[in-house]
């Protein structure tokens, strides 16, 4: 009884926080500016960052492009792009380059799953199977400065990453 209590006590503090952190993101000094679609808010995202998807549509997909084992951008129809940034490390996504994955329903939403596919001696093996976060939209801008990010990582840390990914594996 007492740990249901804790637990719901903390729920309530993580919710509390949670209601918090949102006035305070919302609260911009009191400048508005109704007629712009590019606002930026503080980190350099735009404001449709934050106004995350649960769910997007696989038919929509044209493309893919995995950034590490945290991130994958999905390219949609209509100039859409969503960030997609997983709740933990995937191992060997980055390196496989290659991931599928199952439908539950008609979406691709965050409580699915991936699996990454690597190519070994001409054939194709799954690797370890790795849940999805929510989907972020994100401008081309944003994108650019995620995939700097990503170009800005020394070599022998994303080397030393990638050998340690391939004795995991096995």
Known sequence: ?????????????????CLLAGIVMADDGGAVDSDSDSGTSSGGYSDDYFQFKK????AWIRRTYIVDDHTIIFYMN?????VNRLPHRCAGLRSAGTFSYRLRGTQLCNIDTIKVVRSTGGRLDTGPTCGLGMFHPVTEEEVAMI???EAEIPPQES??????DAVNSD
């Open 159 to 164: 080397e030393a990453a990638e050998n340690s």
């Open 147 to 149: 995939r700097n990010k």
């Open 1 to 17: 009884m007492i740990i249901i209590l804790l637990a719901k006590q903390k729920l309530w503090h993580i919710i509390l926080c």
């Open 55 to 58: 769910c997007i549509s696989p």
């Open 78 to 82: 209509q100039q859409k792009i969503f």
